[in-house]
């Protein structure tokens, strides 16, 4: 459509990971407005945590950086981050929104030199990281950040410290007295695309996550693959000795009425991505996978047998009972072959709890708007357009594939505004 015919709609999207980046591009390449709104300092939510992509084992980082070269190039997109949509009314083709924009502490100006966090003093878990190590309390979050603007903890901003770092600074971007502001937007669509976050595994009582050290999840074991990780990429323990005996328990909490009801779809193959990891740094390593079901739809069946080619890759069967932890620190995954009826109690420098998707439009990014609808595990179904893992479970090349077609379905609403 015409820039003049495009002029004055504008579509929301609401959240800045993959789903998000791509509605937003894919509208604005057509001739829209687009305001993009992300709750955290940078875009490229979820996936920009992971290590590599399934089925190819491929980085994020370029797919990731074709999109942000997109935002920079479009003067169609405005995005807003560490911003919170706190409330919508009216209807499609006509929405008034209210934006709640949290203070950075740093403004456009900054230049990313990292000049602040030299002499910041002040260390934080790093949430980044699921708090896998400590960093500087004025920081970006790694190294493809977007935008490249740093940004302050709230509570470091309130410190003297704070006052002198902004002295620092050359391009004087930093302002530890901002406050957070409101703005209104009127807009004609809106696309909710928040996400995900994992199922919190400390809720799994009996596989002692928060308890044993060498119990990890399988976004925190992302991390810790990564060569910008919290170990430089060293698959480790908590010990720091490698971990070359790991085990992955499918379905942590998922496939539960106890938990998380449903199956989230990627996790069998994110599992089988994540002993590829193991296999490669150490070829002498042993990985064994204990699963319910393994699924692995469509294309994804020939990676699945790839996996299970590797002859260092073990299949059980089985939902582990429990686990407990021995007098060396080993985790010792406890339960029943469901194949033989054996039962067994297996040690390992490493066990993976695979957790499933809980969606953020059900937790952390409830849409704040009368007329929505969700089904019972809090994915939007109605009322605004939803995208990627704010409308179902489902991986990376369906969350981009759904973006677009939702980035239609809001231009057609605004299309009728017109």
Known sequence: ?????????????????????????????????????????????????????????????????????????????????????????????????????????VTEACTGCGDCSAVCTAEVPDPYNFGMRQVKAIRNNHAMAFPSWYYMDPEYAKTDEAQKVAKVCPAGAIKPDMQAEIVEEKVAAIVWATGWKPYDAEKILPYGFGQYANVTTNMRFERLANVYGPTGGKIVRADGKEAKNVAFIQCAGSRDHNYLPFCSRICCLASMKQAAYV?????????????????????????????????????????????????????????????????????????????????????????????????????????????????????????????????MKAIHAAVKRG
Not at 87 to 100: C, L, N
Not at 381 to 405: F, I, N
């Open 1 to 105: 459509m015409a820039d003049a015919n495009a002029a004055g709609q504008t579509i929301l999207v609401v959240g800045g990971g993959i789903s998000g980046l791509t509605t937003a591009v894919e509208a604005a390449e057509t001739g829209y407005h687009v305001l993009l709104v992300e709750k955290d300092p940078h875009l490229g939510g979820r996936v920009s945590q992971h290590n590599k992509y399934f089925p190819k084992l491929c980085s994020p980082t370029c797919g990731l950086e074709i999109n942000y070269q997109r935002i920079k190039n479009n003067a169609r997109i405005r995005y807003l981050t560490l911003s919170e949509v706190v409330d919508i009314q009216g209807a499609e083709g006509d929405y008034t929104v209210r934006i709640q924009k949290n203070p950075r502490y």
């Open 279 to 407: 296999r490669d740094q150490y070829p002498d390593s042993k990985v064994t996978i204990f699963y319910i079901d393994l699924r692995a739809m469509d294309r994804y069946e020939s990676f699945l047998q790839k996996t299970r080619d590797d002859q260092g890759i073990s299949w059980i069967k089985s939902k582990p009972a429990r686990i407990e932890e021995d007098g060396h620190g080993n985790p010792v995954v406890v339960g029943e072959n469901t194949l033989t009826g054996e039962r067994y109690a297996m040690p390992f420098d490493l066990v993976v709890l695979a957790t499933g998707m809980e969606p953020n439009s059900a937790v952390d990014a409830k849409v704040p708007y009368s007329e929505v609808r969700q089904d019972e595990y809090g994915f939007v179904t109605g009322g605004v357009l939803s995208a990627g893992c704010a409308a179902m479970p489902t991986d990376v090349a369906s969350s981009v594939q759904s973006a677009t077609a939702m980035a």
